[in-house]
Nanobody, 122 residues
């Protein structure tokens, strides 16, 4: 069975850091683009960052540029989202997703995790 399992979320103060992990199984991880999405309270889900199959190319949405870094380890079937300088507006459920199209549109992704909650608050 295909599984994407996120971990690493939690409560952090503004300005703090967290590293999210997403462990994949049940499909050929190295052949899939990986992305992180988030959905804040009362908001639609939005694409945050994506990474190419070999990890050589990443893109991110403007609101997280310079603060969030995406990486992947194909030997461990895991993708990471390093988040720094966190802001209250980063509070959201964070989801990882796997797809075969280079896109941040939700419809481009075949597999989704259950999400991990990130709360930024003092």
């Amino acid at each position: 069975d295909v599984q994407l399992v996120e971990s690493g979320g939690g409560l952090v103060q503004p300005g703090g850091s967290l590293r999210l992990s997403c462990a994949a199984s049940g499909f050929t991880f190295g052949s899939y683009y990986m992305s992180w999405f988030r959905q804040g309270p009362g908001k639609e889900r939005e694409g945050v960052a994506r990474i190419h199959t070999l990890g050589s190319i990443t893109t991110s949405t403007d609101s997280v540029k310079g603060r969030f870094t995406l990486s992947r380890d194909n030997a461990k079937n895991t993708v990471y989202l390093q988040m720094t300088s966190l802001k209250p507006e980063d509070t959201a459920m964070y989801y990882c997703a796997a797809g075969r199209s280079w896109s941040l549109r939700e419809t481009a992704y075949d597999y989704w995790g259950q999400g991990t909650q990130v709360t930024v608050s003092s």
